[in-house]
Protein backbone atom coordinates (compact mmCIF):
# COMPACT_ATOMS: atom_id res chain seq x y z
CA UNK A 1 0.00 0.00 0.00
CA UNK A 2 1.28 3.46 -0.96
CA UNK A 3 -0.32 6.75 -0.05
CA UNK A 4 0.90 8.83 -2.91
CA UNK A 5 -1.08 11.31 -3.70
CA UNK A 6 -1.71 12.04 -7.39
CA UNK A 7 1.05 14.35 -8.99
CA UNK A 8 -1.05 17.11 -10.48
CA UNK A 9 -1.18 21.19 -10.55
CA UNK A 10 -2.69 20.81 -6.98
CA UNK A 11 0.61 19.29 -5.45
CA UNK A 12 2.14 22.42 -5.12
CA UNK A 13 -0.41 23.88 -3.56
CA UNK A 14 -0.51 20.86 -1.24
CA UNK A 15 2.88 21.08 -0.65
CA UNK A 16 3.14 24.13 0.48
CA UNK A 17 0.56 24.21 2.75
CA UNK A 18 2.06 21.04 4.41
CA UNK A 19 5.40 22.13 4.77
CA UNK A 20 3.79 25.77 6.09
CA UNK A 21 2.33 23.45 8.93
CA UNK A 22 5.32 21.20 9.34
CA UNK A 23 7.57 24.32 10.07
CA UNK A 24 5.06 25.90 12.26
CA UNK A 25 5.06 22.74 14.49
CA UNK A 26 8.70 22.38 14.72
CA UNK A 27 9.25 26.33 15.10
CA UNK A 28 6.79 26.18 17.84
CA UNK A 29 7.13 22.48 19.37
CA UNK A 30 8.03 23.62 22.71
CA UNK A 31 4.38 24.98 22.90
CA UNK A 32 2.99 21.86 21.41
CA UNK A 33 0.34 23.59 19.02
CA UNK A 34 -2.97 21.82 18.73
CA UNK A 35 -4.72 20.95 15.25
CA UNK A 36 -7.19 24.18 15.68
CA UNK A 37 -4.02 26.63 16.06
CA UNK A 38 -1.95 24.88 12.85
CA UNK A 39 -4.79 24.90 11.05
CA UNK A 40 -5.80 28.54 11.71
CA UNK A 41 -1.75 29.34 10.42
CA UNK A 42 -2.34 27.03 7.53
CA UNK A 43 -5.55 29.04 6.64
CA UNK A 44 -7.86 26.12 6.92
CA UNK A 45 -10.71 24.65 8.81
CA UNK A 46 -9.88 22.01 11.43
CA UNK A 47 -11.71 19.36 9.51
CA UNK A 48 -10.33 20.26 6.65
CA UNK A 49 -6.38 20.58 7.43
CA UNK A 50 -6.62 17.20 9.94
CA UNK A 51 -7.99 15.74 6.57
CA UNK A 52 -5.50 16.94 3.70
CA UNK A 53 -2.53 16.18 5.95
CA UNK A 54 -4.02 12.83 6.31
CA UNK A 55 -4.26 11.89 3.09
CA UNK A 56 -1.29 13.28 2.36
CA UNK A 57 0.63 11.93 4.95
CA UNK A 58 -0.89 8.85 6.13
CA UNK A 59 -1.30 9.99 9.64
CA UNK A 60 -2.20 12.44 11.95
CA UNK A 61 -0.53 16.05 12.24
CA UNK A 62 -0.57 14.89 15.78
CA UNK A 63 0.89 11.49 14.72
CA UNK A 64 3.32 13.39 12.42
CA UNK A 65 4.81 15.95 15.11
CA UNK A 66 6.62 13.57 17.32
CA UNK A 67 8.95 12.62 14.09
CA UNK A 68 9.99 16.07 14.52
CA UNK A 69 11.75 15.75 18.17
CA UNK A 70 15.51 15.37 18.93
CA UNK A 71 14.48 12.20 21.40
CA UNK A 72 13.25 10.70 18.12
CA UNK A 73 15.43 11.87 16.01
CA UNK A 74 18.53 10.39 18.01
CA UNK A 75 16.97 7.13 18.42
CA UNK A 76 16.68 6.82 14.74
CA UNK A 77 20.41 7.85 14.57
CA UNK A 78 21.38 4.80 17.00
CA UNK A 79 19.36 2.24 14.89
CA UNK A 80 20.35 3.77 11.87
CA UNK A 81 24.23 3.70 12.19
CA UNK A 82 24.35 0.07 13.31
CA UNK A 83 22.41 -0.81 10.90
CA UNK A 84 24.94 1.08 8.33
CA UNK A 85 27.76 -0.92 10.24
CA UNK A 86 25.83 -3.90 8.80
CA UNK A 87 25.11 -3.33 5.72
CA UNK A 88 28.20 -1.67 4.37
CA UNK A 89 30.20 -4.98 5.91
CA UNK A 90 28.04 -7.50 4.30
CA UNK A 91 26.26 -6.09 1.26
CA UNK A 92 22.68 -6.87 2.45
CA UNK A 93 19.60 -4.37 2.07
CA UNK A 94 18.03 -3.72 5.30
CA UNK A 95 14.08 -4.01 5.85
CA UNK A 96 13.65 -0.56 5.26
CA UNK A 97 14.88 -0.68 1.42
CA UNK A 98 11.91 -2.67 0.88
CA UNK A 99 10.21 0.16 0.62
CA UNK A 100 12.77 2.40 -1.35
CA UNK A 101 12.94 2.48 -5.11
CA UNK A 102 15.25 -0.23 -6.53
CA UNK A 103 18.23 2.50 -7.37
CA UNK A 104 21.47 1.97 -8.94
CA UNK A 105 23.97 4.94 -9.37
CA UNK A 106 26.69 4.39 -12.45
CA UNK A 107 29.71 7.42 -12.35
CA UNK A 108 30.45 8.61 -15.70
CA UNK A 109 34.06 8.43 -16.30
CA UNK A 110 36.96 10.49 -15.97
CA UNK A 111 37.49 11.99 -19.26
CA UNK A 112 33.52 12.65 -19.71
CA UNK A 113 34.27 14.52 -16.16
CA UNK A 114 36.77 16.13 -17.22
CA UNK A 115 34.90 17.11 -20.42
CA UNK A 116 31.96 18.71 -18.26
CA UNK A 117 29.51 16.99 -20.57
CA UNK A 118 30.91 17.43 -24.23
CA UNK A 119 28.85 15.03 -26.00
CA UNK A 120 26.28 14.33 -24.17
CA UNK A 121 22.52 15.37 -25.19
CA UNK A 122 20.45 15.80 -21.68
CA UNK A 123 16.88 16.35 -21.95
CA UNK A 124 14.95 17.49 -19.20
CA UNK A 125 11.56 18.33 -17.64
CA UNK A 126 9.92 20.48 -14.59
CA UNK A 127 7.23 18.24 -12.46
CA UNK A 128 5.09 18.42 -9.82
CA UNK A 129 5.95 16.25 -7.17
CA UNK A 130 4.28 15.84 -3.47
CA UNK A 131 7.08 17.73 -2.38
CA UNK A 132 6.97 21.07 -4.67
CA UNK A 133 8.06 21.29 -8.38
CA UNK A 134 11.18 19.29 -9.28
CA UNK A 135 13.44 19.42 -11.98
CA UNK A 136 14.20 16.16 -13.41
CA UNK A 137 17.12 15.90 -16.53
CA UNK A 138 18.53 12.75 -17.91
CA UNK A 139 21.17 11.18 -20.04
CA UNK A 140 20.45 8.02 -22.49
CA UNK A 141 22.07 6.05 -19.80
CA UNK A 142 20.06 7.73 -16.51
CA UNK A 143 19.28 10.23 -14.45
CA UNK A 144 21.44 12.68 -13.95
CA UNK A 145 19.70 15.50 -11.92
CA UNK A 146 16.75 15.64 -9.68
CA UNK A 147 16.79 19.79 -7.93
CA UNK A 148 13.47 20.52 -6.17
CA UNK A 149 12.72 24.38 -7.08
CA UNK A 150 11.49 27.25 -5.29
CA UNK A 151 10.47 28.85 -8.71
CA UNK A 152 9.68 26.32 -11.19
CA UNK A 153 10.97 28.74 -14.11
CA UNK A 154 12.20 27.05 -17.39
CA UNK A 155 14.82 29.53 -18.06
CA UNK A 156 16.17 29.32 -14.35
CA UNK A 157 16.05 25.86 -14.31
CA UNK A 158 18.03 25.64 -17.61
CA UNK A 159 20.67 27.72 -16.73
CA UNK A 160 21.23 25.67 -13.56
CA UNK A 161 21.69 22.60 -15.73
CA UNK A 162 23.82 24.31 -17.90
CA UNK A 163 26.01 25.52 -15.10
CA UNK A 164 26.66 21.90 -14.48
CA UNK A 165 26.95 20.76 -17.66
CA UNK A 166 28.66 23.71 -19.65
CA UNK A 167 29.11 21.70 -22.99
CA UNK A 168 26.28 19.38 -22.82
CA UNK A 169 23.62 20.13 -25.37
CA UNK A 170 20.36 20.10 -23.56
CA UNK A 171 16.96 20.38 -24.10
CA UNK A 172 13.26 20.70 -22.79
CA UNK A 173 11.55 17.86 -22.82
CA UNK A 174 8.64 17.39 -20.56
CA UNK A 175 7.18 14.09 -22.05
CA UNK A 176 10.73 12.76 -21.77
CA UNK A 177 10.99 12.63 -18.37
CA UNK A 178 7.13 13.00 -17.25
CA UNK A 179 7.50 8.69 -17.01
CA UNK A 180 10.29 9.12 -14.84
CA UNK A 181 8.52 11.82 -12.46
CA UNK A 182 5.08 9.15 -11.94
CA UNK A 183 8.02 6.22 -11.33
CA UNK A 184 9.31 8.10 -8.61
CA UNK A 185 6.37 9.92 -6.54
CA UNK A 186 3.66 7.61 -8.03
CA UNK A 187 5.40 4.28 -7.75
CA UNK A 188 4.03 3.86 -11.53
CA UNK A 189 5.87 0.95 -13.57
CA UNK A 190 8.42 -0.58 -10.87
CA UNK A 191 11.45 -0.87 -12.78
CA UNK A 192 14.28 -0.26 -11.58
CA UNK A 193 16.24 3.57 -11.63
CA UNK A 194 19.22 4.06 -13.21
CA UNK A 195 21.39 7.68 -11.97
CA UNK A 196 24.30 9.03 -14.19
CA UNK A 197 26.35 11.25 -12.31
CA UNK A 198 29.31 13.22 -12.38
CA UNK A 199 31.23 13.64 -9.60
CA UNK A 200 34.80 12.98 -7.86
CA UNK A 201 35.48 8.94 -6.95
CA UNK A 202 34.99 10.27 -3.14
CA UNK A 203 31.85 12.48 -4.02
CA UNK A 204 30.69 8.54 -5.84
CA UNK A 205 31.71 6.81 -3.06
CA UNK A 206 29.71 9.21 -0.92
CA UNK A 207 26.59 8.92 -3.29
CA UNK A 208 27.13 5.07 -2.64
CA UNK A 209 27.10 5.32 0.86
CA UNK A 210 23.85 7.23 1.05
CA UNK A 211 21.67 4.69 -0.95
CA UNK A 212 22.39 2.74 2.08
CA UNK A 213 20.36 4.75 4.70
CA UNK A 214 17.12 2.60 4.56
CA UNK A 215 13.79 4.94 4.04
CA UNK A 216 12.70 5.96 7.46
CA UNK A 217 16.28 6.10 8.79
CA UNK A 218 18.44 8.88 9.74
CA UNK A 219 22.16 9.07 10.05
CA UNK A 220 24.61 11.02 10.74
CA UNK A 221 27.76 12.24 8.77
CA UNK A 222 29.74 11.48 11.32
CA UNK A 223 28.40 7.97 11.67
CA UNK A 224 28.65 7.77 7.97
CA UNK A 225 32.11 8.14 7.84
CA UNK A 226 32.41 5.42 10.39
CA UNK A 227 30.49 3.24 8.49
CA UNK A 228 32.81 4.31 5.27
CA UNK A 229 35.96 3.17 6.94
CA UNK A 230 36.46 7.13 6.75
CA UNK A 231 36.34 7.90 10.78
CA UNK A 232 38.39 11.08 10.53
CA UNK A 233 36.45 12.42 6.90
CA UNK A 234 33.20 13.37 8.45
CA UNK A 235 33.64 16.90 6.89
CA UNK A 236 34.54 16.23 3.81
CA UNK A 237 31.93 13.72 4.05
CA UNK A 238 29.09 16.86 4.89
CA UNK A 239 30.56 18.84 1.39
CA UNK A 240 29.80 15.81 -0.55
CA UNK A 241 26.70 15.19 0.47
CA UNK A 242 25.70 19.06 -0.22
CA UNK A 243 26.86 18.44 -3.75
CA UNK A 244 24.61 15.70 -4.50
CA UNK A 245 23.10 15.96 -7.60
CA UNK A 246 19.77 13.87 -7.45
CA UNK A 247 17.48 15.05 -4.89
CA UNK A 248 15.22 12.65 -2.92
CA UNK A 249 16.44 9.06 -4.81
CA UNK A 250 20.19 9.83 -3.73
CA UNK A 251 18.86 10.31 0.27
CA UNK A 252 21.41 13.10 1.24
CA UNK A 253 18.14 14.43 3.37
CA UNK A 254 18.82 11.40 5.62
CA UNK A 255 22.11 12.88 7.30
CA UNK A 256 21.67 15.03 10.03
CA UNK A 257 24.01 16.40 12.91
CA UNK A 258 24.97 14.32 15.95
CA UNK A 259 22.79 16.33 18.32
CA UNK A 260 19.60 15.59 16.77
CA UNK A 261 19.47 18.88 14.82
CA UNK A 262 18.57 18.23 11.16
CA UNK A 263 21.36 20.48 9.87
CA UNK A 264 21.70 22.54 6.29
CA UNK A 265 19.79 20.85 3.07
CA UNK A 266 20.52 21.93 -0.62
CA UNK A 267 16.59 22.33 -1.06
CA UNK A 268 16.30 23.96 2.24
CA UNK A 269 15.62 22.89 6.05
CA UNK A 270 11.50 23.01 5.51
CA UNK A 271 11.58 20.73 2.88
CA UNK A 272 13.95 18.35 4.53
CA UNK A 273 11.77 18.68 7.55
CA UNK A 274 9.21 17.34 5.27
CA UNK A 275 10.84 14.84 3.66
CA UNK A 276 12.13 13.26 6.99
CA UNK A 277 9.20 13.47 8.93
CA UNK A 278 7.31 12.10 4.94
CA UNK A 279 8.84 9.14 5.53
CA UNK A 280 8.77 8.33 9.37
CA UNK A 281 5.06 8.50 8.85
CA UNK A 282 5.00 5.99 5.71
CA UNK A 283 7.08 3.23 7.64
CA UNK A 284 4.26 3.54 10.75
CA UNK A 285 1.55 3.79 7.47
CA UNK A 286 2.72 0.81 6.00
CA UNK A 287 3.13 -0.88 9.26
CA UNK A 288 -0.09 0.00 10.18
CA UNK A 289 -1.50 -1.68 6.87
CA UNK A 290 0.36 -5.17 6.86
CA UNK A 291 -0.74 -5.34 11.07
CA UNK A 292 -4.33 -4.42 9.43
CA UNK A 293 -4.54 -5.10 5.84
CA UNK A 294 -8.66 -5.55 5.88
CA UNK A 295 -8.98 -2.37 7.51
CA UNK A 296 -6.99 -0.25 5.02
CA UNK A 297 -5.84 2.51 7.93
CA UNK A 298 -2.65 3.94 7.72
CA UNK A 299 -1.98 4.65 11.36
CA UNK A 300 -3.64 7.82 13.72
Not at 77 to 90: G, H, P, V, Y
Not at 102 to 114: C, D, I, R
Not at 167 to 196: G, M, V
Not at 286 to 300: D, E, H, I
Request: charged share 20%.
Amino acid sequence: MDSFITTSAKDQETYERMANAIAFIRQHHLEQPNLATIAQHVGLSDYHFQRLFTQWAGISPKRFSQYLTLNYAKSKIAETNSLLDLTMDSGLSSPGRLHDLFVTLEAMSPGEYKSAGAGLQIRYGIHNSPFGDCLIAMTDRGICNLHFLDNPNQAVAEQQLKTEWPNATIRYEQKATEHICDQIFHRANRSPLTLHVKGTNFQIQVWQALLKIPLGGLATYQGLAKSMGKPTAARAIGNAVGRNPVGYLIPCHRVIRGSGELGGYRWGLDRKTVLVGWEASQIEAQSAFLRNPVSGKCGT
